[in-house]
Structure formats: C-alpha cells, structure tokens
C-alpha cells in the first residue's frame, strides 16, 4: 500500500513537471506571436523524449497551453527545471532553440528570453551560445 502511494505521488510530480516543461516550451513558441503546428511538432517530440506518455500528449499540450496563457511570469515553468540533471536541462534548451529556429530566424524578443533562460536555469553562456550555434546550423541550411 505504501508503494502504491508513492507511485502516485511520483507520477504526479513526473505530471507536474512535464506540465511546466511544456509550459515553458509553449510560451517560447508564442513569443514571437506565430505558433504554428512546426512548433507543437517540436514541443511533442520532445516531451516524449521526456517521458511524457504518449496517449496524453494532447491533453497535456492542452493544459499546458492554458497554464501558459494564466500565467504572467516565467519563473512558474522554470523552478522545476533549474533542478534538472544537465542532460535534461540541455534537452529542453535545444528544444527551445529549435521552437526559435523553426521559422528560419530569431527575433529580439525570443533571443531576450533565451538570456534570460540562460540565467534562471542555471546554464553557462558558452554552453547555451554552443547550442544555438549547434541548432541554427541545424535548421539554416
């Protein structure tokens, strides 16, 4: 019965945290006021990368969508994140990058909001400068 309780427990946390990455993710995509199904592509792609199941993938886009339309700040989808393994956090800041170059360029607005990610999560310039580099070449060919 306890573990029972701890598998919840952990599902709802796993749950939580998939919710704010997608979150995060969905508001980087609407930055530049154009979220195109590119965008949600790249978004599911990566939450199943994540371990987001894959028959609620929808439902959890959906939620997602509405906690980041309720939302007035960042910090809400970043507190769980900033304590991700590293190799989560860079997961998440390709993905980001990718949502950015998914229209071939990168506006002002989403380039501020990757700096300020860069702080907030914890993640070195030159690591976050070496994935966009690494993404850009990716996407402009």
């Known amino acids: 019965m ?16 998939l919710l704010k990455v997608a979150s995060l993710l969905i508001h980087a995509a609407k930055i530049d006021e154009n979220y195109t199904n590119k965008e949600k592509e790249i978004i599911e792609k ?22 980041e339309k309720n939302s007035n700040q960042i910090l809400d989808f970043t507190r769980e994140v900033k304590s991700l393994p590293e190799i989560q956090k860079t997961k998440i800041v ?43 070449k990716e996407f402009i060919k």
């Open 46 to 67: 990566t939450l199943i990368e994540l371990g987001a199941n894959q028959e609620e993938i929808k439902k959890l886009l959906l939620n997602a969508e509405i906690t």
């Open 94 to 136: 390709e993905c980001l990058w990718k949502i950015i170059y998914s229209n071939k360029d990168a506006d002002i607005y989403e380039t501020n909001l990757m700096r300020r990610l860069a702080g907030l999560l914890y993640i070195d310039k030159k690591v976050m400068g070496d994935i966009k580099e690494k993404i850009k």
């Open 2 to 17: 306890i573990n029972f309780f701890k598998k919840n427990k952990d599902t709802k946390d796993k749950n939580n945290y």
